[in-house]
């Protein structure tokens, strides 16, 4: 009895893992909506655009082989290395305000670091065809090796590892954005698009953007404990 009650012991605690992350994802969100619709009611200095932001960056840094493109949707801002695209929404390309703004900033942050081969970028870059490939099979391979876990427990294992991996990319990621972030604060003072009262907004936008990665990693890390524990329960 003692095995079985450890074990179900175990288990309640990563289900209130789960409920905890689930929850605190879904504050962290409301709260990143919350401030971004706020903050984009407040109008940059000079009346910059996103777009305006993100070309100013770049050339100020000598980077001049990088495109600034609007995309379709909303928070799907991003920087593509491969093609050396900083992809902006629409709301963040054409809006001339403050989270507007901080957004460009940051992603021109990514653009930073691929000129200069920031390590943590590096070492992210080069794990994403191995995490492409972890992300398409994971699920697959632990559902079948959660079934066949007393009789092929390697099935499982393997699962694992896969996940794992996929977890040490959502904690590699941290530094990539909390860098990226603070060289967009950097420039954005550095060159006034931000005013003194306007800047702690820009920084409470990214903190926000911020706080998404962060969970993601610890919800990550809470469902591959689990799974741990679910390999080392089958000796019971």
């Not at 460009?104 to 942050?109: K, Q, R, Y």
């Not at 950097?186 to 060159?191: C, D, I, P, T």
């Not at 998404?212 to 741990?228: M, R």
Request: charged share 15%; hydrophobic share 50%; net charge neutral.
């Amino acid at each position: 009895m003692e095995p079985e009650m450890g074990m179900m012991n175990g288990t309640m605690i990563y289900w209130v893992i789960f409920i905890g992350t689930a929850l605190l994802s879904w504050l962290v969100s409301a709260n990143l909506k919350r401030k971004f619709a706020t903050y984009s009611k407040i109008p940059t200095e000079g009346g910059m655009t996103g777009r305006d932001v993100a070309e100013k960056m770049l050339h100020d840094q000598d980077i001049y082989d990088v495109k600034v493109q609007c995309v379709e949707g909303q928070l799907t801002d991003h920087y593509n290395p491969q093609t050396k695209i900083v992809n902006l929404s629409r709301g963040v390309y054409e809006g001339a305000n403050v989270a507007a703004a901080a957004v460009a900033a940051h992603e021109c942050g990514h653009a930073v670091q691929h000129q200069t081969a920031y390590s943590w970028l590096t070492m992210r870059s080069k794990l994403v065809p191995v995490v492409s490939f972890a992300s398409k099979w994971v699920m697959w391979v632990i559902l079948a090796g959660m079934f066949l876990v007393n009789t092929f427990p390697g099935l499982l294992l393997a699962g694992i590892v896969l996940f794992a991996i996929t977890t040490l990319f959502s904690f590699i990621t941290l530094p990539v954005e909390i860098n990226a972030s603070k060289r967009a604060l950097v420039w954005l003072e550095a060159h006034s698009v931000t005013s003194r009262s306007t800047h702690d907004k820009a920084e409470g936008a990214l903190k926000a953007a911020a706080y998404t990665y962060i969970v993601a990693a610890l919800s990550s890390l809470a469902t591959l404990l689990y799974y741990i524990a679910i390999y080392l329960g089958r000796r019971d």
